[in-house]
């Protein structure tokens, strides 16, 4: 997937508020002012490029970061890093904003979307690890400073005056349409390494969390990159490198040593077993509350990559612009928490 910038609408407004959701597979980004980022959660140290200039410019960025008492660090990240990259980095880690893919490309984000401009952030933590990481990832961010120059543009100063962690799934929730009046109504964010669930009673004009129903299963899209790893190394002796294997997802194809390789058979089959081991997972996580849901939202990413899914899980739905929706809920909490004028902001995003 190429980096993907679009401009909705620019208009005045007191504060700068940015939602960043980080990822383990794309980092996804929007401003109150309407522009869209997202790139693949990688990166790796810069290196020349000779033919750099044959290039249309469009495949990932180069990064410059310098923080204060440490040297200036030159990256590639997203797509120039997967295509180009030496020594990727990427993380799966549960902790992961100690990693150091997390302030690379947030910062990365943050650069891309509001060049001129800082203020106040958004971003998001898995359902189960939002209790125990939400304060220390507040502070990290609070503390991350840096001047960021992404693609040859000038130096940002990157500094945040407040941030906000809200849950995966939850914001999602913030965006679905067409809620039911009463009743469950339930959200199933599909990421690369986990997927969040987040469900709400509502009725009487009100809502709650139903909190047995608020999880995250250790299940996503990454077990689907480990398949097709594992079925390209049956048929070939070799790894499948990582630049191949969005190619592969797409197309169910790549050629290999003069000949084309048809892994599509394969990989519907792949996906079929893994939205059935998500969809039994979180069945069995709602236990008997699971038969009285009125409506289960699917979001994020992988739900595109898993077709099968809407139809293992009862009443669901997907959700507008999938992969886009927890940063979109999560914009939206922001701008109602920070800014004045938040009812003309949300109406012009339609949120």
Known sequence: MNS???QICHFPQKEHVLAVDVGYGYTKAVSAQGKRICFPSIFSSARDLPLAE???GRTGHTVTIQREGLQTEHYFVGDLAVKEGRSVQYTLDDVKHKHPVHDVVLLT???LLEPKANGKLMVGLPVDYYREQGQSLTHHIQNLSAMVSVNGGPETKIHFDDVMVYPQGAGALLVATDMPVE??????DVGHK???CVALE????TSRPVQSMCISVEAGIVHLHQALAEEFIKLTGTRLPAVYTEQ????GRVWFRGRELDLSLFLTEARKVIARSIADRILAAWGDRADFVCRVYLAGGG???LPELHKMLPGAVVITDPQFSNALGFLKAGVIKWCDDANSILARHKL
């Open 248 to 251: 592969v997802l797409r197309t």
């Open 183 to 188: 009743g469950i109504a339930a959200l199933v």
């Open 303 to 305: 739900v595109l990559e």
């Open 109 to 111: 984000a943050v650069a």
């Open 202 to 205: 509502l009725g009487n004009g």
């Open 194 to 196: 986990t997927t969040d």
């Open 4 to 6: 993907q910038e679009a």
């Open 54 to 56: 044959l290039s249309d």
